[in-house]
Structure formats: structure tokens, C-alpha cells
């Protein structure tokens, strides 16, 4: 059984970076054709996905979020991680992890973070 599991700061101060890690087991970052998206959620809004990185380590971003954000792995931890730098408080929400066979669909979910922007 595939399992993905977020975790990181619950609060970032503005202007900081949020880092995000997400913990892969049942599977291997590295499996071919799969990619690990990271998708998040501001309250009272849609999901919103933000980029993701192939088995093979190349990256794909959100056009709207491509200057702020980087996804990379740690293929020893079979972990991926998400970088969110100089944050505002409209970066508030819960943020997901999850595999999918693309960008656009996802078959495993984590259980979601609550990212908190505020100073």
C-alpha cells in the first residue's frame, strides 16, 4: 500500500521560506512514470496545484508560482520536497503531497499540512 505523509512548520513568519517534505512508502520515487505533485488548498478556496517532480527528477511548477517554489528528492529517504520562498499570509493553507501518473490526477494522497503565514 502506497503511503505519502507531509510534514513540516505549521507557522512560517512572512518573507520566509517554507519548506515541506513528504515521506514515500509502498513505492519508489524513482518508479517509472510517476510523478510526485505537491497541491494545496487556502481555506475557503479550490485545490491548487503547485508543481511536482517526475520519477525521472525533472520538475514541473505552476506558471503562477514558478519563481517562488522548488521541488527536489532525496532518492536515499525516498522523500520529495517543496520550497516556498518569501511567503505572504496568502500562502496560508493546507498543503498535500500525492502521487499521480501526471499532473492532473493523483491516486495516493497524504493527509494534508496546515501551513500558517503570519508574523
Known amino acids: 500500500q502506497v503511503q505519502v505523509q507531509e510534514s513540516g512548520p505549521g507557522l512560517v513568519k512572512p518573507s520566509q521560506t517554507l519548506s515541506l517534505t513528504c515521506t514515500v512508502s509502498g513505492d519508489s520515487i524513482t518508479s517509472n512514470s510517476v510523478y510526485w505533485n505537491w497541491i494545496r488548498q487556502p481555506p475557503g478556496k479550490g485545490l491548487a496545484w503547485m508543481g511536482a517532480?517526475?520519477?525521472?527528477?525533472?520538475?514541473y511548477y505552476s506558471p503562477s508560482l514558478k519563481s517562488r517554489t522548488s521541488i527536489s528528492r532525496d532518492t536515499s529517504k525516498n522523500q520529495f520536497t517543496l520550497q516556498l520562498s518569501s511567503v505572504t499570509p496568502e500562502d496560508t493553507g493546507v498543503y498535500y503531497c500525492a502521487r499521480g501518473g501526471g499532473i492532473s490526477w493523483y491516486d495516493y494522497w497524504g493527509q494534508g499540512t496546515q501551513v500558517t503565514v503570519s508574523s
Open positions: 517532480i517526475a520519477s525521472s527528477g525533472t520538475t
